[in-house]
């Protein structure tokens, strides 16, 4: 297949912005391009093929697919109707690490191959949750807010050794998961003296760290907990009361990978009834995070982001040209790096 006649849509957001699509596509083809910049937020909070009301959405997205061949996207909703819509289109390419906004088995039957973009946000993800993890062990976002905020000097008083934080040399630190940022959190642990420990039964070979087999086992050993699984039936809820208590007394807990990893109503009582000192979380059970939540009221001890992890300039633009890529192979006939239909 040659890019001459082969119209693309660059359907961007705030985030992947159109312009970043459109110039990593104009290094993979010559191909057509027309950009659309979609609403914001775009997400939905299921997977899209629970989407059964017409939204808004989904009529900018089919309007500029008249036509269109390929469509290039972040969130932009790929529905059963959109792909009903759109007989011309044969390839979606979604700018993140899983096509969620894609009904896979609509886009099958329409004859639609879906491509995606794993491992852009894996640096950013990594540092991030490092970067809770200090604050969380050092109360910064505690200290800000007292003396940017409250103009208080009232948060000297972390420099006592009794509200004094932890550091991460030679401090047990425990990750349940060593993926592409799993991994990548512990090689930096491990920089800063940090004792890590790893639980991820999937994983085989060396990783940085003491790798142990029972996820009891390492709760039982780790100050700090942080998580990096996948969310999957097995390891929904994974972190709940029971391994809450198994961890030692004034010990952190960390999540920047999925919020439903945890419990978060256990992690509150944990907190509330001071077994945990504190805990940093980016991903929530239910985001937005619902107004009223307990984990608001315990700002003194909570470090809360609205799920930042991933976000990052760099990811932006890993993201744009990775999905260039996958046009520039499928425009050559060459297979795809990453497609799931």
């Given at each position: 297949?040659?890019?001459?006649?082969?119209?693309?849509v660059?359907?961007?957001?705030?985030?992947?912005?159109?312009?970043?699509?459109?110039?990593?596509?104009?290094?993979?083809?010559?191909?057509?391009?027309?950009?659309?910049m979609?609403?914001w937020?775009?997400?939905?909070?299921?997977?899209?093929?629970?989407?059964s009301?017409?939204?808004d959405?989904?009529d900018?997205?089919?309007?500029a697919?008249a036509?269109?061949?390929v469509?290039?996207t972040?969130?932009?909703p790929v529905t059963?109707?959109?792909l009903?819509?759109c007989?011309?289109?044969?390839?979606?390419?979604?700018?993140?690490?899983?096509?969620?906004?894609?009904?896979?088995?609509?886009a099958?039957?329409?004859?639609?191959r879906?491509?995606?973009?794993?491992?852009?946000?894996?640096?950013?993800t990594?540092?991030f949750?490092v970067?809770?993890?200090?604050?969380?062990?050092?109360?910064i976002?505690?200290?800000h807010?007292?003396?940017?905020?409250q103009g208080?000097?009232?948060?000297s008083?972390?420099?006592t050794?009794?509200?004094?934080?932890?550091?991460?040399?030679d401090?047990?630190?425990?990750?349940?998961?060593?993926?592409a940022?799993g991994?990548r959190v512990?090689r930096?642990?491990?920089a800063?003296?940090?004792?890590v420990?790893?639980?991820?039964p999937y994983?085989?070979g060396?990783?940085?760290?003491?790798r142990?087999?029972?996820?009891?086992?390492l709760?039982?050993?780790?100050?700090?907990?942080?998580?990096?699984?996948?969310?999957?039936?097995?390891?929904?809820?994974?972190i709940?009361?029971?391994?809450?208590?198994?961890?030692?007394?004034?010990?952190?807990?960390?999540n920047?990978?999925?919020?439903?990893?945890?419990?978060?109503?256990?992690?509150?009582d944990?907190?509330a009834a001071?077994?945990?000192?504190?805990?940093?979380?980016d991903?929530y059970?239910?985001e937005?995070l619902?107004?009223?939540?307990r984990?608001?009221?315990?700002?003194?001890r909570?470090?809360?982001t609205?799920?930042l992890?991933?976000?990052s300039?760099a990811?932006?633009?890993?993201?744009?040209?990775?999905?260039?890529?996958?046009?520039?192979?499928?425009?050559?006939?060459?297979?795809l790096?990453?497609?799931?239909?």
């Open positions: 297949m040659t890019s001459s006649g082969v119209r693309v660059a359907a961007g957001d705030h985030f992947v912005l159109p312009s970043l699509i459109t110039a990593a596509l104009a290094k993979e083809s010559g191909c057509a391009v027309r950009e659309v979609l609403g937020p775009l997400e939905p909070f299921g997977p899209v093929a629970e989407v009301e017409a939204s959405a989904e900018e997205l089919i309007a697919l036509g269109a061949e469509l290039v972040q969130m932009g059963e109707r959109v009903a819509a007989p011309a289109l044969r390839l979606v390419v979604v700018c993140r690490g899983g096509p969620v906004n894609v009904n896979l088995e609509a099958e039957r329409h004859g639609v879906v491509c995606f973009a794993p491992g852009r946000n894996a640096a950013a990594a540092e949750t970067g809770l993890l200090l604050a969380a062990l050092r109360r976002p505690q200290a807010d007292l003396l940017a905020r208080s000097w009232a948060g008083s972390y420099y050794y009794e509200h004094g934080g932890l550091e991460l040399e401090l047990p630190v425990g990750l349940v998961g060593y993926g940022v991994s512990a930096v642990l491990c800063f003296g940090a004792r420990m790893v639980y991820d994983v085989r060396e990783v940085h760290g003491l142990l087999s029972a996820l009891d086992d709760l039982r050993r780790s100050a700090v907990l942080t998580l990096h699984a996948r969310l999957t039936a097995e390891t929904r809820g994974l709940g009361a029971r391994e809450l208590a198994l961890l030692p007394p004034g010990a952190v807990v960390v920047a990978a999925r919020g439903p990893l945890l419990d978060e109503e256990a992690l509150c944990a907190l001071g077994r945990l000192s504190a805990a940093a979380l991903t059970a239910r937005p619902p107004p009223g939540s984990l608001q009221a315990m700002a003194g909570v470090v809360l609205p799920h992890g991933g976000a300039r990811v932006a633009e890993k993201a744009a040209r990775i999905a260039a890529a996958e046009v520039g192979r499928w425009l050559r006939g060459e297979p790096a990453h497609c799931l239909t």
